[in-house]
């Protein structure tokens, strides 16, 4: 049984928030605690505002999120640690080699689909990423919440 799932991405101000947040949701009275975190997180920085905006339109109230930097400790203390691209795989295992077999894509049930950064390229590419983060998540959730 999964208690604690930590989502990866490289700032955590797009992606990884934006997962925790539809994953939380998804999950809500499983109580599983999910939180994310960022190999070269922009510490202490806020939601990206487009993620926000993203987020709202689709019924989310994003709440106070700040960057944080992925530690060994939060990848000991996560069941499941779910990534965005393949080369987080390789930074996670990196930080702790422990970890391998809890490391997987949050595209897993996608064929494996990697979920590419929306930073700096405009509301579009953003849309695109909620999708794709979205149908990723539905499809961990069924799995997470039997």
């Given at each position: 049984?999964?208690?604690?799932?930590?989502?990866?991405?490289?700032?955590?101000?797009?992606?990884?928030?934006?997962?925790?947040?539809?994953?939380?949701?998804?999950?809500?009275?499983?109580?599983?605690?999910?939180?994310?975190?960022?190999?070269?997180?922009?510490?202490?920085?806020?939601?990206?505002?487009?993620?926000?905006?993203?987020?709202?339109?689709h019924g989310h109230v994003p709440q106070?999120?700040?960057?944080?930097?992925?530690?060994?400790?939060?990848?000991?203390?996560?069941?499941?640690?779910?990534?965005?691209?393949?080369?987080?795989?390789?930074?996670v295992l990196n930080l702790a080699p422990?970890?391998?077999?809890?490391?997987?894509?949050?595209?897993?049930?996608?064929?494996?689909?990697?979920?590419?950064?929306?930073?700096?390229?405009?509301?579009?590419?953003?849309?695109?990423?909620?999708?794709?983060?979205?149908?990723?998540?539905?499809?961990?959730?069924?799995?997470?919440?039997?």
């Amino acid at each position: 049984m999964f208690k604690n799932i930590l989502i990866v991405c490289i700032g955590n101000i797009c992606r990884s928030p934006m997962a925790e947040q539809l994953l939380r949701a998804a999950l809500a009275s499983s109580g599983i605690a999910v939180r994310s975190a960022g190999l070269a997180a922009l510490r202490d920085q806020p939601l990206e505002s487009t993620a926000g905006q993203v987020l709202h339109e689709h019924g989310h109230v994003p709440q106070g999120h700040r960057a944080r930097q992925l530690s060994a400790e939060a990848v000991s203390e996560a069941d499941l640690i779910l990534v965005m691209e393949h080369r987080h795989i390789d930074g996670v295992l990196n930080l702790a080699p422990e970890a391998r077999g809890k490391v997987f894509l949050l595209g897993k049930w996608q064929h494996d689909r990697e979920i590419t950064d929306p930073y700096r390229q405009g509301k579009p590419a953003f849309v695109q990423t909620y999708a794709l983060i979205e149908q990723a998540v539905q499809a961990w959730a069924q799995r997470l919440a039997r």
